[in-house]
């Protein structure tokens, strides 16, 4: 769908008045929800002893309660009550082989039993890693292994400002890029402004400059007023969240024109895009090169502690070997041969079998299918959209409303709604993002895609027509 298109119709969703499920029938399924998820809460209750607020993981579903999981294996995975669950999270994007995928499960298992975990020095994988995402990543030379896509994008900013001795950042309000001080602010949604920087002192804002989404002129100006002083612009390619905030085709152009006009350093995060948009990251499907580029979770394909900033070797060998005058970064368990194993490994698995394509080609019949149910009922606004393997979902769309506007307040509305509409859907056996975002991969297939339109249309049918 085009960019017009989908702005269009996010502006209609939050135009129409939300569409809650009735309260007697939501009582139901709330019902079922406890009936069927009685360990879960269990476990929650007991949680709560020990781990503040009961749930450890920004991305996971509340209400009524957070559901825990027993395993997971290609499209599929169970709670700790037997529930089976389509599985449209995939640990938010880096599954795209699939869960539990043998044959890099397997390499890996090979290093814990043959080589041991770490030893805190460098192996061969970190080069075969480093080797492999310089290949697929056109603006990428080198590459520095961290640990977490928020170390990484730590890591970045850091870069940029040894290698252009300037300070300010230049972000988009919306986007995410991990919880390091000066990203956490506008967080998910343009203009909630510090509604998350609890705990981070009002300087550590002193070097940002902020600019809305497809805001050209805002844009404009501030490198006009600042040029001089910018150290980066960091963005998420196909916009905030995502993509929850899509951009305009002409965004990342302009944006990697003022950067080079002005001698600052363009940053892409690509934490959720690389290796899932396409193997060249978003770098590669809009044609525009970076000069750093940010990788998270989605290099090791899910395994534990993965996070990289890459890019032309001139900016990057300013980090060097060793300790001494250069940007000081580091990490124990950075380049541990699990994480650089599964690196390698997964990203071979994934060109040997065309993982993105396939995990393309399905989300596009999702997007399809669900976009055809919904226009059975015009009463009701609902509409997909993807980039790629990346599908957004609008029912209530609560990250849309214009929280300086006079609607502000019915964004709580929306989105308690919108969890409503997640709770059945958990109950019909599908997991997705925040009520809004669905990832796709190579294992999802026919019978994927038709329980996934079996859920919706049950969650239609529970909504009163108009
Ligand atoms: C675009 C983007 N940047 C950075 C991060 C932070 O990565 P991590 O959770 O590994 O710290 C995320 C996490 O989802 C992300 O989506």
Same mark, same amino acid.
């Given at each position: 769908?085009?960019?017009?298109? +989908?702005?269009?119709?996010?502006? =209609?969703?939050?135009?129409?008045? %939300? =569409? ?30 020990? +781990? ?16 825990? &999981?027993? =395993?997971?294996?290609?499209?599929? @995975?169970?709670?700790? $009550? ?30 814990? !039993? ?32 961290? !640990? ?5 994008? &730590? #890591?970045?900013?850091? +870069? ?5 001795? =300037?300070?300010?950042? %230049? ?13 956490? &602010? ?15 002192? #009002? +300087? ?28 980066? @612009? ?28 002005? /001698? ?18 978003? !770098? ?24 990289? %900033? ?12 060793? @300790? ?8 124990? *368990? ?81 989105? $308690? ?5 997640? &709770?059945?859907?958990?109950?019909? /056996? ?11 991969? @190579? !294992?999802?297939?026919?019978? #994927?895609?038709?329980?996934? %339109? ?5 969650? *239609? ?6």
């Amino acid at each position: 769908m085009e960019y017009e298109e +989908i702005v269009e119709r996010v502006k =209609r969703v939050v135009e129409t008045p %939300v =569409r809650p499920i009735p309260e007697v029938v939501l009582q139901r399924e709330k019902e079922e929800f406890y009936r069927k998820h009685a360990r879960s809460l269990e476990l929650f209750e007991e949680a709560k002893n020990y +781990i503040p607020g009961g749930v450890e993981h920004n991305l996971a579903t509340t209400k009524p309660f957070p559901l825990a &999981m027993d =395993r997971a294996s290609g499209y599929r @995975m169970w709670d700790v $009550d037997g529930n089976e669950y389509v599985d449209y999270l995939l640990c938010g994007a880096p599954i795209i082989l699939g869960h539990h995928y043998e044959p890099l499960d397997d390499e890996v298992v090979k290093v814990i !039993q043959e080589k041991g975990p770490s030893t805190g020095l460098t192996s061969e994988f970190e080069i075969l890693a480093a080797r492999k995402i310089c290949e697929h990543m056109p603006s990428v030379e080198r590459v520095r292994f961290l !640990q977490s896509g928020t170390e990484a994008d &730590m #890591a970045a900013l850091r +870069i940029a400002r040894a290698w252009t001795g =300037r300070d300010k950042v %230049v972000k988009v309000e919306g986007s995410y890029h991990g919880w390091y001080d000066i990203y956490v &602010m506008n967080l998910h949604i343009p203009g909630t402004g510090g509604l998350n920087s609890k705990g981070i002192p #009002a +300087i550590a804002y002193e070097h940002l400059l902020e600019v809305k989404p497809n805001d050209f002129e805002g844009l404009e100006r501030i490198f006009e007023e600042h040029g001089r002083e910018i150290a980066c @612009m960091v963005l998420e390619p196909v916009g905030g969240e995502s993509g929850v905030h899509p951009v305009h085709p002409e965004w990342n152009r302009r944006c990697r024109e003022l950067c080079s006009e002005h /001698g600052s350093l363009l940053i892409f995060d690509e934490v959720v895009t690389g290796f899932r948009l396409d193997m060249g990251g978003a !770098q590669k499907y809009l044609g525009i090169d970076p000069d750093l580029t940010v990788l998270g979770k989605i290099i090791a394909h899910g395994y534990p502690s993965a996070g990289a %900033v890459g890019g032309k070797a001139e900016i990057m060998d300013i980090c060097g070997a060793g @300790m001494g005058n250069k940007p000081y970064l580091g990490g124990t *368990l950075a380049a541990n041969p699990i994480t650089c194993c599964a690196c390698y490994h997964a990203i071979r698995l994934m060109e040997e079998t065309d993982a993105v394509a396939k995990a393309t080609a399905y989300a596009d019949r999702l997007v399809a299918e669900l976009n055809e149910l919904f226009s059975t009922r015009p009463d009701l606004p609902f509409f997909l959209y993807n980039f790629g393997p990346i599908i957004h979902y609008v029912t209530t769309g609560f990250f849309a409303v214009d929280i300086s506007g006079p609607q502000a307040m019915e964004i709580f509305r929306r989105k $308690d709604v919108a969890e409503e509409y997640q &709770m059945v859907a958990s109950n019909r /056996g599908l997991n997705s993002l925040a009520g809004t975002r669905m990832y796709t991969s @190579m !294992q999802h297939d026919d019978d #994927a895609l038709r329980r996934t %339109v079996d859920a919706w249309e049950y969650i *239609l049918s529970l909504i009163p027509r108009s």
